[in-house]
């Protein structure tokens, strides 16, 4: 029996205008879940990106000290582009170009020390019988490649036994919180990864 020219009209009229509204809706809410939650975990990406290559920074340093038989100092600086960054150099000196360097995103802050403002920073630790320099100096290498108290263009690092560093550094997410990682160098000049999670634990990743 032919079908009835009533019955194939509805059948050929498509979605209709509430149909399309609740999809709308249901795509705008899923987009107001994940999109903050992706643009979260990109931002995580690009930090520990940057905790990767400072860190590699100051192993490189660390290494030049050795070979080079004097203190290498890592330090911030601003380019000649007007972009923050790190290096560095032997006994401290100004940034010239061919120095290991690590430019910064204007959004990343890195703070030398404790009092960061980190969450539970606290349970970071560089190791048994280590303590973090209580100052804000810069991290420095002896010829020996172990952590010292550097003076610029100095002759000597004072050795500073039993003590390491930490830098923390930081990001804001688009949700408003902020991420953190951190770099520890141990009493014996070896470098560590820390990242923290969305619970303020902390967790070594090298």
């Given at each position: 029996?032919?079908?009835?020219?009533?019955?194939?009209?509805?059948?050929?009229?498509?979605?209709?205008?509430?149909?399309?509204?609740?999809?709308?809706?249901?795509?705008?809410?899923?987009?107001?879940?994940?999109?903050?939650?992706?643009?979260?975990?990109?931002?995580?990406?690009?930090?520990?990106?940057?905790?990767?290559?400072?860190?590699?920074?100051?192993?490189?340093?660390?290494?030049?000290?050795?070979?080079?038989?004097?203190?290498?100092?890592?330090?911030?600086?601003?380019?000649?582009?007007?972009?923050?960054?790190?290096?560095?150099?032997?006994?401290?000196?100004?940034?010239?170009?061919?120095?290991p360097v690590l430019p910064v995103a204007n959004q990343i802050t890195v703070h030398i020390g404790t009092g960061s403002g980190a969450p539970n920073e606290g349970t970071i630790t560089c190791g048994a019988s280590c303590a973090f320099n209580p100052g804000a100096d810069n991290p420095s290498f002896n010829a020996r490649g172990l952590p010292c108290i550097g003076v610029v263009n100095a002759n000597s690092c004072l050795?500073?036994?039993?003590?390491?560093?930490?830098?923390?550094?930081?990001?804001?997410?688009?949700?408003?919180?902020?991420?953190?990682?951190?770099?520890?160098?141990?009493?014996?000049?070896?470098?560590?990864?820390?990242?923290?999670?969305?619970?303020?634990?902390?967790?070594?990743?090298?």
């Amino acid at each position: 029996m032919p079908q009835s020219t009533t019955h194939k009209h509805k059948n050929d009229r498509g979605f209709s205008l509430l149909e399309m509204l609740i999809v709308v809706a249901i795509l705008v809410t899923l987009a107001a879940i994940t999109v903050p939650r992706m643009m979260n975990v990109v931002s995580d990406i690009k930090l520990r990106y940057v905790v990767q290559n400072l860190s590699g920074l100051l192993q490189s340093s660390r290494m030049q000290a050795v070979r080079k038989n004097t203190f290498y100092m890592v330090q911030s600086t601003t380019l000649a582009s007007g972009d923050a960054a790190y290096y560095g150099h032997a006994k401290g000196n100004a940034y010239v170009t061919g120095d290991p360097v690590l430019p910064v995103a204007n959004q990343i802050t890195v703070h030398i020390g404790t009092g960061s403002g980190a969450p539970n920073e606290g349970t970071i630790t560089c190791g048994a019988s280590c303590a973090f320099n209580p100052g804000a100096d810069n991290p420095s290498f002896n010829a020996r490649g172990l952590p010292c108290i550097g003076v610029v263009n100095a002759n000597s690092c004072l050795e500073n036994p039993g003590k390491g560093y930490v830098l923390f550094v930081s990001k804001p997410a688009l949700t408003g919180n902020i991420n953190w990682a951190a770099v520890v160098i141990t009493a014996s000049g070896h470098t560590q990864v820390w990242t923290c999670d969305g619970d303020g634990n902390w967790i070594q990743r090298d």
